[in-house]
């Protein structure tokens, strides 16, 4: 607690605060959406490794699942490659997808050094790994999602999770290993397909049967129209505030995940600011409930 006195006795109080939480989550999976935008300088970096650690040493089975839509952005930027959004979806060509592939490869290690160098056993890996996740190519998006040009939108190597085989995840719940995975996954047919981070947890969420999916990200967790935080909303809410625009970009993939999730088994999904340090501590171990927690 950089900068606040807290005596040793408050310090010891605090700790032991945690112990109700710890025996709730004890054995429990918990799958941690870390977003490009919730990437912040190399403290804040730190203090999420630190706090991974923390989950696996107090009993919970932490997996990391990366994003890193600005990083690839900077880098398509630097090689002159233009690149669109369609309902928070990266429009990915050939070229872009091996960009996609080679940023995220970097983040994923980046991720991956930050856990060990706090002292845990961290792997990185992608959808491809152990056959882990395999994709189909997303749904063109139709006309009325890009008024005005008369066409479908085709996302090119866009993927959307179809199979999840846990067995890889498996083994490392059994032992001191935490997973750490990019959002890359291959079809049936062996090609690559760019899968959005958050649907992609989700995905992993809902195989793992989850207790919790963390989303972290730059905002407080979803606003409303006059930019106050909604502390909870149910699937019906969600749905309406999509529809009537009030959520809108990056944030519709994180909603329509919570949805999906909350209908496949999670127990709880909440939509965190990850630039808050130790902010998954704070809502997993502590009585302090932060961000938007979507319901059913
Ligand atoms: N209603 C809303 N509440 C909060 N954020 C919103 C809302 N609608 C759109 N957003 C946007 O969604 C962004 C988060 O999604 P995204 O940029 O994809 O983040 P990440 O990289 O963490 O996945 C916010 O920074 C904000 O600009
Ligand atoms: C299809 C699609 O949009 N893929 C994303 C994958 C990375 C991602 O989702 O990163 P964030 O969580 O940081 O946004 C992309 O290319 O940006």
Redesign the pocket.
Known sequence: MAGIDVSPLDRARILAEALPHMQRYDDATVVV?Y???AMGEEGAARDFARDIVMLKLAGLHPIVV????????SMLKRLNIESH?HE???V?NQETMEV?EMV?GLVNKSIVAAINAAGGRAIGLSGKDGNMVTARK?APLNKTSSPGTGEDVD?GF?GEPETVDPTVLNLASGSDIIPVIA?VATSRWGETF?????T?AGAIAGAMRARRLLFLTDVSGVLDKDRNLIRKMTINESRMRIADGTITG?MI?KVETCMDALERGVDGVVILDGKVPHIVLLELLTDHGAGTLVTR
Not at 194 to 198: G, I, P, R
């Open positions: 959406k977003g490009g935008h990366h994003g890193g839509g600005p990083q690839i952005g959004f928070g979806l990266r990915t996609v995220l997303h996302l866009v959002p760019n899968v959005n981070a958050d992609f990056g993939p």
